[in-house]
């Protein structure tokens, strides 16, 4: 099966209220999206880049992750409120030999946080991804992010090892927790 640009996969309502659409990300993102990652790298957030995007950069960035949607690879999907993005995910497929497995990552515009909006992201982008074929789900997380773990591990994720100082965060390096989940 493959996950069209644009595709609605639920709607729900966040604990704050706000009506949520999750659904794969089409073109029309490209401004929320520049505007998403670059306020998460001003808030030093816990993500994986600490530099600025560009409007060419971003363009490409986002071409890339609707193909892999189209071919199969990869499983993105966004959250929306009023219009806006304002979080997104994505269950990416390992190649050859570890074809059967996916890595997940999730981020959330600040104040979108502790309300729900993780949690369904997390949800929606397991039920994709088992039906993808893939069978277990990675992750890694910074060793500091304990409110990150505790959702990973709410979702059914046991904590399989550590890379130690593999990230930095703040000028120092941190060590990456790594959690995995059989679908």
Do not use: W
């Not at 009506?19 to 994986?48: C, G, Q, Y």
């Not at 992750?65 to 999907?77: D, E, L």
């Not at 993780?118 to 039920?127: D, F, N, W």
């Not at 505790?150 to 046991?158: D, H, P, T, V």
Request: hydrophobic residues 40%; without cysteine; proline residues 2%.
């Amino acid at each position: 099966f493959m996950m069209e640009p644009g595709k609605v996969l639920s709607t729900f309502k966040a604990k704050n209220g706000s009506s949520v659409v999750l659904r794969t990300p089409d073109m029309h993102d490209l401004s929320d999206m520049l505007k998403f990652i670059n306020d998460l790298v001003a808030e030093k957030a816990m993500i994986a880049t600490s530099r600025k995007q560009t409007l060419e950069s971003e363009a490409d960035y986002l071409s890339g992750i609707i193909s892999s949607n189209i071919k199969g690879n990869a499983v993105h999907i966004v959250a929306e409120v009023n219009g806006h993005m304002i979080g997104k995910g994505e269950v990416t497929r390992g190649s050859d030999e570890s074809r059967h497995t996916g890595t997940l990552g999730i981020s959330l515009a600040k104040n979108y946080r502790s309300i729900g909006i993780g949690t369904a992201l997390v949800k929606e982008l397991l039920k994709q991804a088992k039906r993808l074929g893939i069978k277990l789900v990675y992750l890694e997380v910074f060793a500091n992010n304990v409110h990150a773990q505790n959702l990973y591990k709410k979702m059914g994720f046991k904590i399989t090892g550590a890379l130690p100082k593999k990230l930095r965060y703040g000028g120092k390096y941190v060590d990456a927790v790594l959690m995995a989940k059989k679908l």
